[in-house]
């Protein structure tokens, strides 16, 4: 695609409810990051895959949050037992390499009620 | 402990001015810099920069880092409203990429 499309947009739940996120990265880019972004915050790093494969799975917050990436494309990062804290812009980004300069979606809205 | 420090954290000046952003940085081996623009939802590519001293440059705004002092500036002359937006360092280290808080430009006309 031209650019890295997010869905949803917004995404409105009750607490305790599973959420999934996806991402379809730029076609032919290797590498896909996920990203938090609270009101007023940065961006908290979650996670990055290179292909399929996560080396670093530190960044995430807590074992609620998982994150998978089908070959070098589509992603989906999934929080199970949602909390008010996890309330969030989730941006995603991919890049043609790992450490080249990220190209990023327009983000998923989460709102935990 | 990796951090990425941005400031100031909000800025207003008038159209026309120059304007000076700071990141400094403490980030375990340390790879790359980067500035991004992020104006209402995703952020955009500025300037990628890995060595000290070679300023980078596109239109009216330009970058340069110093690995020593482990800091990097981002200048905008001529200001545009369109510059108006948060700009965002992040600092890429081992398998880890650290985002700064940003600095929230406002320009007024």
């Known amino acids: 695609g031209a650019g890295v499309s997010q869905s949803p947009s917004n995404k409105v739940t009750e607490k305790g409810k599973d959420v999934e996120l996806r991402c379809d990265p730029i076609s032919g880019h290797t590498a896909l990051y996920w990203y938090r972004q609270r009101l007023g915050q940065g961006l908290e790093f979650l996670i990055y895959?290179?292909?399929?494969?996560?080396?670093?799975k530190s960044g995430l917050p807590s074992d609620r949050f998982s994150a998978e990436r089908t070959g070098e494309s589509v992603s989906t990062l999934t929080i199970q037992r949602t909390q008010q804290e996890d309330s969030a812009v989730y941006l995603c980004?991919?890049?043609?390499?790992?450490?080249?300069?990220?190209?990023f979606g327009d983000g998923t809205r989460l709102s935990i009620l | 402990e990796d951090k990425v420090v941005q400031s100031p954290l909000s800025l207003v000046v008038h159209e026309g001015d120059t304007v000076t952003l700071n990141c400094s940085y403490e980030v375990t081996n340390f790879r790359s810099l980067l500035w991004y623009k992020q104006e209402k939802k995703a952020p955009t590519f500025l300037f990628m920069l890995?060595?000290?001293?070679i300023e980078k440059k596109s239109g009216r705004l330009s970058s340069i880092l110093d690995k020593k002092e482990l800091f990097s500036i981002l200048n905008i002359t001529a200001t545009q409203t369109g510059d108006s937006a948060v700009y965002l360092c992040a600092v890429e280290g081992d398998d880890k990429i650290i985002f700064g808080k940003g600095t929230r430009l406002h320009i007024l006309p």
């Open positions: 890995t060595s000290s001293g």
């Open positions: 980004a991919s890049s043609l390499y790992y450490k080249q300069p990220q190209h």
């Open positions: 895959f290179q292909g399929n494969s996560a080396p670093d």
